[in-house]
C-alpha cells in the first residue's frame, strides 16, 4: 500500500496541475507545489525501506543548487555586499525608499523584483520535488507508472479543451474568461502556444506506452489516446506547437530505428507512423487554414525578443537579474511601451534571470543526462519519454510553456522518470542517498505555501496589481498599505507607483507627482505616467503643464491623452494657441489636436481655432469637422470649397461632399459623388435622399431595397429603412404610399414613435382623420396626458365629431 501510494499521488498531481489554469497565478504554483511535495515525501517514504535505494546524481544535484540560487537571490543581504554584486538592485531600492520617503535599506537582496523571485521559490521547490518523486518512484520499478501519469495528463487536458469547444464555452470550467478572446479552444492552459507545447509534449509518450503494450485492448487504447493529443496540439494553432509535435515524434521514429535495428521492430514502427499520421491528419483537417495564416501572419518578433533577453542578460552576467524578475527588469531596461513578460525562450530566460554560468551548466547538464537517459532505453515508452522532453525543450526555444508551474511540474516529473537510474540489483553505500534529499525538497514545497499562506497570490506582480486596482476603484483605506509593499516587494515595477499616483492624484495630494516621477524613471518610455500626470495638472489648475506632459504621453504612443485636455480647453478658449504650441508641428502632435478638435463641442471656439489650424496642416479629419460646421451654418458652397482640394474616396469624405450637394440643391452632382463609394449603410441613405431629390423613384426604391436586404434578420433596422421610405416618398408628395410605408414601420417596431409619427402627419393630410386620431391616441397613452400627443388627439376627436354631425344634418334635410 505504501508502494502504490507514491504514484497514485504523483499521478494526481501531474493530472491536476495543468488544470489549474497552468499554474499562471499564485495560487496555482501553490497548490501545484503543494501536491508534487506531498507526491515526493510519499515516494521518500516508500524508498526508506529500500536497501537499494541510489544516490542523487548529477542532474539532482544541479537542480537542487539552481533551487538553492534562486533563494539566495531573494535572500537580504548587507548593502554594501549587495551594491557590489548587483548595483541595479541598490540603485532600485534605493528609488523605492526614496518614493516611500523612508531612510535607505541596509539589507538589500540580489533580485531586482524580490517579491516575484521569492515566488519563483516556491515554484521551483515544487519543480525539484516533482523531479525527485519520479526519480525515487523509477528506483522503486515504477517508471512505467511515471509515464502513464504524464500520458493521462495529456489526455485530460485534450478532453477538457475539446469539451470546452464542443459546447462552444467563453469561460473555463465556467468561471475563468481568457484574456485573448481570439484562442480557438478555451483549455485551463488558456494559451494556445503553451496548451500545443504542452500537448506536443504528451503525444510521444502515448504512442510509447501503446507500443509497450502487449494486450491489443491496452495497445490501441494509449494509441488511440496519442491520436486525440495529437490533433488537438494541432487544433490549438500554434507554428511552436506544430513545429514541436513534428520533432518530437522525428525523435520517436530515430529512437524507434537506433535501438529496433535488426530486432524485428519494423511492425512497432509501421505502428507508431500509422497513430501518427492519423493524429496529424485530424488535427490538419480541423485546423489547416487555420495553421496557415499563423505560419503567413507570424514574423521574427519572438527572435527579435530573445535577442533582447540576451542583452538584458549581458547586462547582467554572473547573478543574473533574479528568478521571475524579468519582466519589471526588462521594462527598466528597454523601457519599451509594450511589457513582455518572458523573453520567449527558455535560454535567455535562464541567462537573464540566473546569469550565464549556472545557464550553461544547467544546459549541459540536463542535455547530457537526457542523451544517456535515451540511450540506455530499452522499451518503447522510455525512448518516447525522451522524445517527449525534447519536443517541449524545442517549443521552449520560442515559446516560455515551461515557465508555466502546472506545464513545468509535468515535465520535470517526466524528464525525471527519463534519466533516473532503475532498480538497483545490489546494495551499494551512498553519501546523498535520494530518498533523504526527496524527503527534504517534499516537505519544503508542502510546507513552503502554507507557511505563506494567502500572501502567495499576491507575490507575482499581476496579482498585487489586481488587489491595488480593486482597492483603487473602491476607494479602499487599506490601499496604502498594500501599496507599501507592493513597491518595497517590487522596487523595479513601474505600475506600481504609477498607481500610488493615480491615487494620490484623487485625492489632490502633492505626492501624486513624487510617485509619478518614479514611475517615469523606472519606465522611461511608458507613455502611462505622463498621461496621469497630464489628468494631475489639469485638474490643480495647471493647464500648461498639463498639455506638456499630454505631449508627452503622445510621444509615447499614448495620443488617447488629449482627451484629459477637452475640460480646460472648452472652459478656458485662450487655451488653444498653448495647445498648439505645447503639441507640436508634427505627425504626433497633429494627431494628439485632432484628437482634441473630436472630443470639443462642434462650435466651441478653441475647437474652430485648433481645426482651422489643422485644415492649413491638411488634416483630414480637421478638414471634414470644418466642412460640417459649415453645412450646420447653411453653407453648402463652402462646405464643397473645403472638400475640393482633397482627392480621397474616405466614406466620411463622401458622405459629406454628398450632404453639401443635397444642401446646395444639386442632387446629380451628389450621386456623382457618391459613385463608386463603398456601399455603407450612411451612404446608401445618401443616396437614396438623392435619388428622391432628382425624382428618380424607381433608383430610390431599388436603394431601399438594399438597405432592406443589409440589415435582413433585424425587425428594428428594417422599420427604420421603411420609416425613411416614408419620409422621402412624403417628399416627392405620394401621399398614400408614404402611408403605406409608414405603417409598415409601425408593424415591424411598434414600440418606436417615427411609424405612428409618420401615419399621424400623412392620414391626417389624406383626409383619414380616423387612422390620424388612431394614431395619436396611441402617442397620448405611450407619452402622458401632458404631452402634445395628446392635445392633437383631442384636436381630432373635435374634428371627427363636428364631421359626423354635418353628415347627420345632411342625411336629416327634406
Known amino acids: 500500500m505504501v508502494t502504490w501510494a507514491a504514484p497514485t499521488l504523483l499521478t494526481a498531481a501531474v493530472v491536476v496541475a495543468p488544470q489549474l489554469l497552468g499554474g499562471v497565478f499564485g495560487w496555482g504554483v501553490a497548490i501545484v507545489s503543494g501536491m508534487c511535495g506531498a507526491a515526493c515525501l510519499a515516494a521518500a517514504w516508500a524508498a526508506a525501506k529500500d536497501e537499494r535505494a541510489p544516490p542523487l546524481g548529477a542532474v539532482g544535484l544541479t537542480a537542487l543548487g539552481a533551487t538553492l540560487f534562486t533563494a539566495l537571490q531573494v535572500l537580504p543581504l548587507p548593502r554594501r555586499l549587495t551594491g557590489w554584486l548587483q548595483p541595479r538592485a541598490v540603485e532600485l531600492t534605493d528609488g523605492a525608499s526614496a518614493a516611500l520617503a523612508e531612510p535607505p535599506a541596509d539589507w538589500i537582496a540580489l533580485s531586482l523584483a524580490p517579491g516575484a523571485t521569492l515566488l519563483e521559490v516556491v515554484k521551483g521547490a515544487g519543480l525539484l520535488a516533482a523531479f525527485l518523486a519520479a526519480s525515487t518512484l523509477v528506483a522503486l520499478g515504477h517508471r512505467r507508472a511515471v509515464f502513464a501519469a504524464v500520458g493521462t495528463s495529456g ?109 524485428g521492430g519494423g511492425p512497432s514502427l509501421l505502428v507508431a507512423s500509422a497513430a501518427v499520421a492519423t493524429g496529424i491528419g485530424l488535427g490538419l483537417y480541423v485546423a489547416a487554414e487555420g495553421i496557415y495564416r499563423d505560419f503567413e501572419r507570424s514574423g521574427l518578433e519572438k527572435l527579435e525578443l530573445a535577442w533582447m533577453g540576451l542583452d538584458l542578460a549581458v547586462d547582467h552576467p554572473w547573478l543574473g537579474v533574479g528568478r521571475g524578475a524579468f519582466s519589471a527588469a526588462f521594462v527598466s531596461r528597454f523601457g519599451t511601451t509594450t511589457r513582455a513578460t518572458h523573453p520567449e525562450s527558455l535560454p535567455a530566460q535562464w541567462a537573464s534571470e540566473w546569469g550565464f554560468p549556472l545557464t550553461v551548466l544547467l544546459l549541459v547538464v540536463l542535455g547530457w543526462a537526457l542523451a544517456r537517459g ?72 508542502l510546507l513552503l505555501p502554507l507557511t505563506l499562506a494567502s500572501r502567495v497570490d499576491q507575490l507575482g506582480v499581476r496579482g498585487m496589481q489586481r488587489r491595488l486596482e480593486t482597492q483603487l476603484r473602491t476607494r479602499d483605506p487599506e490601499f496604502a498599505a498594500s501599496l507599501l509593499t507592493a513597491v518595497r516587494t517590487h522596487p523595479s515595477e513601474p505600475a506600481f507607483p504609477l498607481l500610488g499616483g493615480s491615487e494620490a492624484a484623487q485625492r489632490g495630494d502633492p505626492a501624486a507627482v513624487r510617485w509619478l516621477n518614479r514611475a517615469m524613471v523606472l519606465a522611461p518610455s511608458w507613455g502611462a505616467p505622463h498621461e496621469e500626470a497630464a489628468r494631475y495638472l489639469f485638474l490643480r489648475g495647471h493647464p500648461q503643464q498639463g498639455l506638456l506632459e499630454v505631449r508627452e504621453a503622445g510621444v509615447r504612443d499614448r495620443t488617447a491623452a488629449a482627451r484629459f485636455a477637452c475640460p480646460p480647453l472648452s472652459a478656458r478658449p485662450e487655451l488653444a494657441g498653448a495647445a498648439i504650441r505645447s503639441l507640436g508641428a508634427d505627425p504626433t502632435g497633429d494627431q494628439m489636436l485632432d484628437r482634441l478638435g473630436r472630443c470639443l463641442p462642434r462650435d466651441a471656439p478653441a475647437a474652430i481655432e485648433i481645426d482651422t489650424y489643422l485644415t492649413e496642416r491638411g488634416v483630414l479629419g480637421a478638414t471634414l469637422r470644418m466642412a460640417d ?165 383631442a384636436r381630432l376627436r373635435r374634428a371627427l365629431d363636428e364631421s359626423r354631425g354635418r353628415v347627420g344634418q345632411r342625411e336629416g334635410t327634406p
Open 629 to 793: 460646421r459649415a453645412l450646420h451654418a447653411s453653407e453648402p458652397a463652402r462646405a464643397l470649397a473645403l472638400l475640393a482640394p482633397i482627392q480621397s474616396r474616405e466614406p466620411r469624405l463622401v458622405a459629406l461632399r454628398a450632404r453639401a450637394h443635397l444642401a446646395a440643391g444639386e442632387p446629380t452632382r451628389a450621386l456623382e459623388a457618391l459613385a463608386g463609394a463603398e456601399e455603407t449603410a450612411q451612404l446608401l441613405e445618401l443616396r437614396a435622399r438623392a435619388q428622391a431629390a432628382a425624382g428618380d423613384e424607381a433608383a430610390m426604391l431599388e436603394t431601399l431595397e438594399r438597405m432592406r436586404a443589409r440589415v435582413a434578420g433585424s425587425a428594428e433596422e428594417i422599420a427604420q429603412v421603411w420609416a425613411l421610405e416614408g419620409r422621402l416618398q412624403e417628399g416627392l408628395d405620394h401621399q398614400f404610399a408614404a402611408l403605406r410605408a409608414y405603417g409598415r414601420a409601425e408593424r415591424l417596431d411598434p414600440g418606436r414613435d417615427t411609424g405612428l409619427q409618420g401615419s399621424a402627419r400623412v392620414a391626417e393630410r389624406v383626409g383619414d382623420l380616423a387612422r390620424a386620431y388612431r394614431a395619436h391616441a396611441e402617442l397620448c397613452q405611450r407619452r402622458g396626458s401632458a404631452s402634445r400627443a395628446c392635445r392633437e388627439q
Open 374 to 445: 535515451a540511450r540506455r532505453a530499452k522499451s518503447w515508452a522510455h525512448g518516447a519519454a525522451a522524445a517527449g522532453v525534447v519536443a517541449i525543450f524545442v517549443h521552449d526555444l520560442v515559446d516560455y510553456a515551461l515557465e508555466l508551474s502546472g506545464i513545468a511540474a509535468v515535465a520535470a516529473t517526466l524528464y525525471g522518470a527519463v534519466v533516473a537510474e532503475g532498480r538497483r540489483t545490489a546494495t551499494a553505500p551512498t553519501r546523498l542517498p535520494l530518498h533523504k534529499i526527496a524527503a527534504g525538497a517534499g516537505a519544503i514545497a
Open 155 to 263: 489526455i485530460a487536458m485534450a478532453v477538457v479543451a475539446l469539451a470546452h469547444a464542443s459546447i462552444g464555452a467563453d469561460r473555463v470550467f465556467g468561471v475563468y474568461e481568457p484574456v485573448n478572446p481570439a484562442y480557438l479552444l478555451r483549455a485551463p492552459i488558456v494559451n494556445d502556444n503553451q496548451l500545443s507545447g504542452f500537448l506536443s509534449m504528451c503525444a510521444p509518450v502515448l504512442v510509447g506506452l501503446g507500443l509497450d503494450r502487449d494486450s491489443p485492448r491496452a495497445r490501441w487504447a494509449w494509441l488511440a489516446g496519442g491520436v486525440l493529443v495529437s490533433a488537438t496540439s494541432l487544433m490549438a494553432v500554434s507554428r511552436g506547437g506544430v513545429a514541436s509535435l513534428v520533432v518530437g515524434f522525428l525523435a520517436l521514429g530515430m529512437f524507434g530505428a537506433l535501438r529496433h535495428r535488426g530486432r
